[in-house]
T-cell receptor
Framework: DSGVTQTPKHLITATGQRVTLRCSPRSGDLSVYWYQQSLDQGLQFLIQ???????AKGNILERFSAQQFPDLHSELNLSSLELGDSALYFC???????????????FGEGSWLTVV | EDKVVQSPLSLVVHEGDTVTLNCSYEVTNFRSLLWYKQEKKAPTFLFMLTSSGIEKKSGRLSSILDKKELFSILNITATQTGDSAIYLCAVEYLAGQNFVFGPGTRLSVLP
């Protein structure tokens, strides 16, 4: 158990709908990351938040948005869903270890989204 | 562009074989290199490497980093069917906990 919690674990929804995926980072971790992994695809970085603020943006579609709340949990909102959005969405977290030591990123179990 | 390349992308071996997985990178301001194992779901952390030439070891798995040549290898000795997984290499770069992942090596260990 990495300590990163994601809900829901599985979700089936129709095209055009909107869903929200939720993530609670490990205790003490300030950074939250969202990744998308489609079948047989690598991890695609979507977005990173640090202590409530957006820090880095990857290949995130305009239909997708995210936020990190004061209690550090994060939500990923996916709207106007298309069949191609079916994927495993991972949340990950890490804590800044300072300028010298490297950081480790820990993953949640993922939310499996199926768009039908 | 910051990138991580892994090879081979796919590998099939038999139990007892030794395998070497490769990871090379090009990033700005390297901080650390991480290896993960992904079975059915979430990638699980294996190693973090920050210094060249220092081997990290855990059971039958070991890894080493070469910061001059910008690569790392992950060795698995006496492979078992339970080692079948995707092995991901990731690099942390810049100063803001930025991570870039490679495409992974899919390892299949046959009995």
């Amino acid at each position: 158990d990495s300590g990163v919690t994601q809900t829901p674990k599985h979700l089936i929804t129709a095209t055009g709908q909107r869903v929200t995926l939720r993530c609670s980072p490990r205790s003490g971790d300030l950074s939250v990351y969202w990744y998308q992994q489609s079948l047989d695809q690598g991890l695609q970085f979507l977005i990173q938040y640090y202590n409530g603020e957006e820090r880095a943006k990857g290949n995130i579609l305009e239909r997708f948005s995210a936020q990190q709340f004061p209690d550090l949990h994060s939500e990923l909102n996916l709207s106007s869903l298309e069949l191609g959005d079916s994927a495993l969405y991972f949340c990950a977290s890490s804590v800044e270890q300072g300028k010298i030591a490297g950081n480790t990123i820990y993953f949640g179990e993922g939310s499996w989204l199926t768009v039908v | 562009e910051d990138k991580v390349v892994q090879s081979p992308l796919s590998l099939v071996v038999h139990e007892g074989d030794t395998v070497t997985l490769n990871c090379s990178y090009e990033v700005t301001n390297f901080r650390s290199l991480l290896w993960y194992k992904q079975e059915k779901k979430a990638p699980t952390f294996l190693f973090m490497l920050t210094s060249s030439g220092i081997e990290k070891k855990s059971g039958r798995l070991s890894s080493i980093l070469d910061k001059k040549e910008l690569f790392s290898i992950l060795n698995i000795t006496a492979t078992q069917t339970g080692d079948s997984a995707i092995y991901l290499c990731a690099v942390e770069y810049l100063a803001g906990q930025n991570f870039v992942f490679g495409p992974g090596t899919r390892l299949s260990v046959l009995p």
